[in-house]
C-alpha cells in the first residue's frame, strides 16, 4: 500500500471553546504537512457531548480563557480513562495552553477556583496575575530549535512524571525563571505555544504523523520538505522584540 492510500485521522478536541490565538493553525499545518507526506488526512471535531471517532491517529487540543476551559473540563473528565489508555496505546497528542493545564493534574485559577485535570501529564498549574506574552525560543533534544508564541498567566510546575519539551532560550515558557517549557510524556506533548507552533516547525508535526503513521501502518517514510516560508517565518519570529 502506498502512503497515498493511507488515512490519518486527526482528532480536533474542543474546537469550538478552545481555539485562542491561531490554535487552528495547528490542524490545518498538521493535515496540510501529513498530505504532504502522501496521507489521506481526516479531521474530525470533537466537541463536549461529542463521541470520538472509532480511528483515532493524533489528537490536538488548544487553548483558551479561564471560562472555556471551565466549560470543557467536565467533559474532559468523563474521557478521562479513555484518554488514558489512548496515550498508553501510544496515540500522539499536541495539548496547547489551557488544554496542556487540563491534561496534567489540575489547575487553579487566579481567582481560587480549582479545575480537575485527566492526569496524563505529570504538571499542575496555578494561574497569577502577571501575563508571560510574546515569542518564544527554545532548544530541544527532539526536535531541535522551536519557534513559537505564548500568551498565559498560569504558572505550571513539572513532576518527575514528565520531561520538558524544552530549554527556554527567549521567553517566558512554564513559568517565570523555570528555565523550561512545556512538557512530554511519551508520545504526548503539552505546550504553552498557540497555534503558530506547528506551521512554524515541521520537524514537530512529522514526529506527531510519524508516531501515527509507526502505530498504525508499521512505517513511516517522510517525503515533504520543508517550504522557504517557513524558514523565513522562523527567521522573522527571532528578529522580532518581545
Ligand atoms: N487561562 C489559561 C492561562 O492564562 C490558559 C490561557 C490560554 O490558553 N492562552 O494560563
Do not use: W
Not at 1 to 26: H, K
Not at 73 to 96: F, K, S
Not at 180 to 203: D, F, Q
Amino acid at each position: 500500500m502506498n502512503d497515498i492510500d493511507r488515512e490519518l485521522a486527526i482528532v480536533s478536541l474542543y474546537p469550538r471553546d478552545m481555539n485562542i490565538y491561531g490554535d487552528r493553525g495547528n490542524v490545518l499545518s498538521l493535515s496540510r504537512r501529513a498530505a504532504a507526506h502522501g496521507f489521506s488526512p481526516r479531521v474530525v471535531d470533537v466537541n463536549p457531548g461529542d463521541p470520538l471517532p472509532d480511528t483515532i491517529d493524533i489528537i490536538v487540543g488548544g487553548g483558551g480563557q479561564d471560562s472555556g476551559q471551565g466549560r470543557v473540563a467536565l467533559d474532559l473528565a468523563q474521557r478521562a480513562d479513555q484518554m488514558r489508555t489512548l496515550a498508553d496505546d501510544g496515540v500522539p497528542m499536541l495539548m496547547i495552553c489551557g488544554l496542556y493545564q487540563l491534561f496534567g493534574h489540575r489547575f487553579i485559577t487566579h481567582a481560587g477556583d480549582e479545575l480537575t485535570g485527566i492526569g496524563v501529564l505529570d504538571v499542575e498549574t496555578l494561574g497569577g496575575t502577571e501575563r508571560m506574552i510574546g515569542n518564544v525560543v527554545l532548544d530541544t533534544e527532539a526536535f531541535g530549535e522551536i519557534i513559537g508564541y505564548e500568551n498565559h498567566s498560569g504558572s505550571t510546575q513539572l513532576g518527575p512524571g514528565s520531561a520538558p519539551l524544552g530549554r527556554v532560550v527567549q521567553g517566558a515558557g512554564n513559568a517565570p525563571g523555570a528555565g523550561v517549557e512545556g512538557a512530554r510524556t511519551a508520545n504526548v506533548i503539552g505546550s504553552y505555544l498557540h497555534g503558530s507552533l506547528l506551521p512554524k516547525n515541521p520537524a514537530l508535526s512529522d514526529f506527531l504523523i510519524g508516531e501515527a503513521a509507526r502505530r498504525r501502518y508499521g512505517s513511516f517514510t517522510p517525503v515533504a520538505a520543508t517550504p522557504d516560508t517557513v524558514l523565513r517565518a522562523r527567521e522573522s519570529a527571532k528578529r522580532r522584540p518581545r
